[in-house]
């Protein structure tokens, strides 16, 4: 879906911190927002993306690859 060169520079557009691939979606763990990928590009809007609740954080970080430890 994503190359991983363009996923590795990609940040959240609230924290600037980096985002985890996850389904067909871009996961913010640290604020718990999701954000979409239409025709896959990246939708990094902050009023476009959706709250995770605590059920939904607990199953998207055990969908998530392991961390890249860089």
């Known amino acids: 879906m994503l190359d991983d060169s363009l996923l590795s520079i990609l ?4 924290d600037r ?3 985890m ?5 871009l ?3 640290r604020l718990r ?3 979409r990928i239409d025709d896959g590009i990246p939708v990094l809007l902050i009023d476009e993306a959706r709250d ?3 059920d939904e954080h607990a199953r ?3 969908q998530s690859p392991p ?3 860089r």
């Open 67 to 69: 961390a890249d430890p």
């Open 60 to 62: 998207l970080m055990n």
């Open 11 to 14: 940040v959240c557009p609230a």
């Open 27 to 29: 996961y913010n763990p």
């Open 52 to 54: 995770v609740d605590d």
């Open 21 to 25: 691939l996850v389904g067909d979606e």
């Open 17 to 19: 911190g980096p985002l």
């Open 33 to 35: 927002r999701a954000y």
